[in-house]
């Protein structure tokens, strides 16, 4: 498995390949991520992975500073999982100026639910996806159904914008207490924990 961490050594390395699948990420993985990675495996390979804590997607008083990077971890459970490159580009190489411009989906689907509690949250997953996508030009890519919403509003940026991908949706894995895994389940207390299980 390559790691890589700038477009031009990426695009270098797919030079020639076959079509790829591919699992965006912001790392901090888990076995829910490993199973997407598996999914895009059957899809057909070469498979990339990208990881990539996206700032626009946080808002002011989220965790963005705090959101765990555990790249070398990462690395060890994708390379287990039969990912073929890892596309782990830094903030100054991904956004080497601010991203002025961004991809506004479309409010019937991206504000209401949790985007009414997070403005602008929809907005800066599809910025991110897309210019993912264009770095890593996949014939698939696959999204978790755990995170429902962002599945149907990237399916819907594919069909607007007549992106030549095709997305899939990969089945939420759970913990044996029934409560699917999520990079953020390690900020719950147990009582929380157990709160989020009885809804
Ligand atoms: O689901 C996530 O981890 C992120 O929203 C994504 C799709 C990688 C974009 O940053």
Redesign the pocket.
């Known amino acids: 498995m390559q790691t890589i961490h700038t477009i031009a050594a990426l695009r270098q390395a797919l030079a020639g390949r076959a079509a790829t699948s591919f699992v965006?990420?912001?790392g901090n993985l888990h076995e829910g991520?490993l199973a997407l990675v598996r999914e895009a495996a059957r899809q057909g390979e070469p498979v990339v992975a990208?990881i990539?804590?996206?700032r626009l997607?946080f808002a002011p008083h989220e965790d963005f500073d705090r959101y765990p990077r555990t790249l070398a971890r990462d690395c060890e459970l994708l390379a287990g999982a039969g990912c073929d490159i890892v596309f782990a580009p830094d903030e100054r190489e991904f956004y080497p100026q601010p991203q002025t411009y961004a991809v506004r989906p479309d409010p019937a689907l991206a504000d209401i639910l949790e985007g009414e509690f997070r403005p602008g949250f929809f907005g800066?997953?599809c910025t991110?996806?897309l210019k993912?996508f264009a770095c890593v030009q996949p014939a698939v890519a696959v999204?978790?159904k755990k995170?429902y919403q962002?599945w149907k509003v990237?399916g819907r940026m594919v069909e607007q914008f007549a992106l030549p991908i095709r997305i899939v949706g990969g089945e939420t894995v759970r913990a044996e207490d029934g409560l699917a895994l999520s990079?953020r389940n390690g900020y719950l207390t147990l009582d929380e924990r157990s709160g989020c299980r009885a809804r």
């Open positions: 965006p990420t912001m991520h990208s990539f804590v996206n997607q800066g997953v991110v996806v993912l999204f978790g995170d962002q990237v990079s």
